[in-house]
């Protein structure tokens, strides 16, 4: 029982008074307890949706960590790229903890259509301030998944061009042959052509150099061929063909092909064409270059000497 006494005051302070005796009236133990009991089944129900909310998020935490594993061993007997793995693993236990929070959300009461909506304003606000950057990332998704050059090929895009050093969800690293590195989006490289040198193992190697119309066409074809089939780094397995392309205003211009290995493309072009000049010097074949010839006339006429 609650004991209060009664205090007699004048104006306002008997006015309060009486507001304060009227509510201590109403605490009586028989209103507290009615006033509980009416929370009681609110409470037991949030109760209830806190526990299942709670095993949802614990169960879907889980799944989501067993399913990555299970994709992680898939991933890697497909000898998916590394950068790539990491990247789809993560978002797919990103995407089913996400599933989980959502599912665990509704149990406790909560509007799926205001969550979709606030996701989805989020989303929409997200993509305009970061366009370029998503166009770049998902040029380096394709470029994982289509692997049109790995790291150590030799690409050209444009007019950038260098060895691959590394592949990023962004950018790509090249190396260019003077050591400068380039930093290329991978928007760009995935929107346009490119020129991978070092895709294949071997490259088929044509050298072409002109000889004047009175040298011997047929020594200076006998010395490419031969300098051709000296050259120890020629597969000769392949074939080597050497023959006239064209008869032009300046020169008889002749043409050589054979097929080196990829590594060894410019060493064997560099080595063949200074073979070629002293080769063609010693010969006296005639390589023809551009030359303006002056003829000079002196004669005496009416008017002077001119």
């Known amino acids: 029982m609650i004991w209060y006494?009664?205090?007699?005051?004048?104006?306002?302070?008997?006015?309060?008074?009486?507001?304060?005796q009227q509510d201590l009236e109403q605490l009586k133990p028989d209103v507290i307890l009615d006033t509980m009991k009416s929370w009681l089944p609110g409470?037991?129900?949030?109760?209830?949706?806190?526990?299942?909310?709670?095993?949802?998020?614990?169960?879907?935490?889980?799944?989501?960590?067993?399913?990555?594993?299970?994709?992680?061993?898939?991933?890697?007997r497909m000898d998916m790229e590394v950068s790539l793995r990491k990247f789809l693993l993560s978002a797919v236990y990103a995407c089913i903890c996400a599933l989980a929070i959502f599912v665990a959300a509704e149990k406790l009461g909560i509007s799926s259509a205001s969550i979709i909506a606030l996701l989805g304003s989020a989303g929409l606000a997200l993509s305009l301030s970061l366009q370029n950057m998503l166009?770049?990332?998902?040029?380096?998704?394709?470029l994982l998944l289509l692997k049109p050059f790995k790291i150590g090929d030799y690409i050209i895009c444009g007019t950038e061009e260098g060895t691959v050093s590394a592949i990023g969800l962004v950018y790509t690293t090249l190396n260019t042959m003077d050591n400068r590195q380039v930093i290329l989006p991978n928007g760009?490289?995935?929107?346009?052509?490119?020129?991978?040198?070092?895709?294949?193992?071997?490259?088929?190697?044509?050298?072409?150099?002109?000889?004047?119309?009175?040298?011997?066409?047929?020594?200076?074809?006998?010395?490419?061929?031969?300098?051709?089939?000296?050259?120890p780094l020629v597969r000769k397995e392949e074939g080597i063909l050497v023959f006239v392309d064209s008869l032009s205003e300046n020169a008889v211009l002749l043409g050589g092909r054979a097929w080196v290995a990829t590594g060894d493309y410019w060493n064997v072009k560099w080595e063949l064409t200074e073979k070629i000049k002293l080769s063609f010097d010693e010969a006296s074949v005639v390589i023809p270059y551009r030359q303006v010839d002056i003829h000079y006339k002196d004669y005496d006429g009416e008017k002077g000497r001119q």
Do not use: C
């Open 5 to 20: 006494e009664t205090v007699q005051l004048t104006g306002d302070g008997g006015q309060i008074a009486a507001e304060v």
């Open 43 to 76: 409470l037991i129900t949030l109760g209830y949706r806190l526990l299942a909310a709670g095993i949802i998020l614990i169960i879907g935490f889980r799944i989501a960590r067993i399913i990555q594993k299970m994709m992680g061993k898939t991933f890697g």
């Open 135 to 142: 166009g770049n990332f998902a040029g380096g998704v394709a």
């Open 188 to 231: 760009s490289l995935s929107n346009h052509s490119l020129t991978n040198v070092t895709a294949q193992e071997k490259r088929r190697l044509e050298i072409k150099v002109g000889i004047s119309y009175e040298s011997d066409l047929k020594k200076a074809k006998e010395i490419l061929e031969s300098l051709f089939e000296d050259h």
